[in-house]
């Protein structure tokens, strides 16, 4: 796996995206977190 | 509207935060791939242990066991993996959140960012809802119809060497193992005709049946879902498809929650469609979920505000003719007045929003408001042909 730290979202990062970038990126995050919360539940079972 | 986030998604490639998050998906994908081949692999294990046991080998069993052993620990670690990525991801998330809550500080902003946030999170419940719809009614078709049932095992069985196959693949080279290369591309090519096969004598009955299943759709939960197999190493179909509808079901909940947190987002028309008139749950476990309790009883509360629940409502009170037309003309009237009352780029009055003003204010594009204008005119013709044969039902009631 690649260096985590180099898939972080920095400041600089953010003050280049528009709202509705902003926007996409922040539902973006939430499903992916959820995908891996059900990945996590799936393999446990 | 399409075209703008079209645009939007071919400008946001450069930006490295585009990137990042790519990266972050092509490796949660690459985890989950190797949880699901994992899983198949312990699940053939414990098949063998249990069939040497039966034939009373005892050597077979024992390595049977420490192959299931080794598909665990493997498994673990790939889980390992997962929670790290999981943190990264919920760091940024948090990163997002509080810059956004930041920016919310000038109203204007927030305003546009809510309007958005509404409108996202809204499309996200519908391909939610949709999807869950298309699992339900996989689901049924298997249950009424052993032929479909046995060409999805079909599809998952097929999907199942092939996943095998690829990964017997990565460790040959292509020089040295040329022979053997050559007779597993044979064995990828017959698994594929097997699947193709399955989906296409499924697809048949969904299309002469107007059934909404699209085939990418059923292509993606075949290759990408593990389906569990029983201890005779059966294909568990019927557990498997309402496990992943379960899962649907949190997502639907979640993303109505996200839309209650956002203030003065709703739950669009659609979606109040979708989620009253969805077809039948295949029956589940009764679940004792106390968020989804919980968000249920807080959406319930306002039935006007959000969406209903899937779960049994009165039958809508039926009008006469005369009652539903002047329904209708009100209804018209009052929608002429908001328009008129909402000008493009002036903000509306407190309270007064439709999710439709929201819309066109938001992008103030002359294109969006000719297709809403369009979408108008086409309701109201619905509306009068409607009215016309509800006065022809009528008349012929009183013959």
């Known amino acids: ?45 | 509207m399409e075209l703008n986030e079209k645009l939007n998604q071919d400008y946001n490639k450069d930006k490295k935060i585009y990137q990042k998050t790519q990266r972050l998906q092509a490796t949660v994908k690459n985890l989950e791939q190797q949880l699901k081949i994992l899983k198949r692999e312990w699940q053939d294990a414990k098949l063998k242990e249990t069939r040497a046991k039966e034939d009373g080998d005892v050597v077979a069993e024992k390595e049977a066991q420490a192959e299931a052993a080794t598909k665990i620990k493997e498994t673990q670690e790939v889980q390992a993996k997962l929670n790290l990525i999981r943190e990264v991801i919920t760091k940024n998330k948090n990163k997002v959140d509080g810059y956004i809550q930041e920016l919310k500080k000038d109203p204007e902003f927030e305003e546009h960012v809510n309007d958005i946030l509404e409108k996202r999170y809204n499309r996200q419940l519908a391909k939610a809802i949709k999807e869950q719809n298309q699992v339900n009614t996989i689901l049924d078709l298997c249950q009424k119809h052993p032929t479909l049932s046995n060409n999805l095992k079909g599809m998952i069985s097929a999907q199942e060497e092939l996943d095998k196959l690829n990964k017997e693949i990565e460790t040959l080279d292509a020089e040295k193992d040329k022979d053997k290369l050559d007779e597993i591309k044979g064995k990828i090519d017959a698994a594929f005709g097997k699947k193709n096969k399955n989906m296409d004598l499924f697809m048949d009955f969904c299309t002469k049946n107007n059934l909404d299943i699209d085939r990418e759709f059923l292509d993606n939960l075949v290759s990408e879902k593990g389906f569990a197999h029983d201890k005779q190493g059966n294909i568990k179909l019927e557990k498997t498809l309402k496990n992943i509808s379960k899962g649907y079901e949190k997502r639907v909940l979640a993303y109505q929650v996200a839309i209650s947190k956002v203030p003065g987002a709703k739950i669009n028309e659609e979606n109040h469609e979708l989620l009253g008139e969805g077809p039948e749950e295949p029956e589940t476990q009764d679940t004792q979920d106390t968020l989804a309790t919980t968000v249920l009883k807080k959406l319930n509360a306002d039935p006007m505000k959000h969406g209903g629940v899937r779960s049994s409502q009165p039958p809508a009170k039926k009008y006469k003719w005369w009652e539903f037309r002047k329904r209708f003309q009100d209804w018209n009237a009052r929608r002429k007045a908001e328009k008129q009352k909402t000008e493009p780029g002036k903000e509306p009055e407190e309270g007064g929003k439709t999710s439709s003003e929201k819309f066109r204010n938001s992008y103030k594009y002359d294109v969006v408001k000719d297709y809403v204008d369009k979408q108008e005119q086409e309701i109201y013709k619905q509306a009068l042909k409607d009215v016309k044969e509800a006065m022809k039902d009528d008349t012929e009631e009183q013959r």
């Open chain 1, 1 to 45: 796996m690649e260096e985590l730290t180099n898939l972080e979202i920095t400041n600089e990062d953010l003050e280049e995206m528009t709202a509705e970038e902003l926007a996409d990126l922040k539902i973006e995050l939430e499903e992916l977190l959820m995908k891996c919360d059900e990945l996590l539940q799936d393999s446990d079972e």
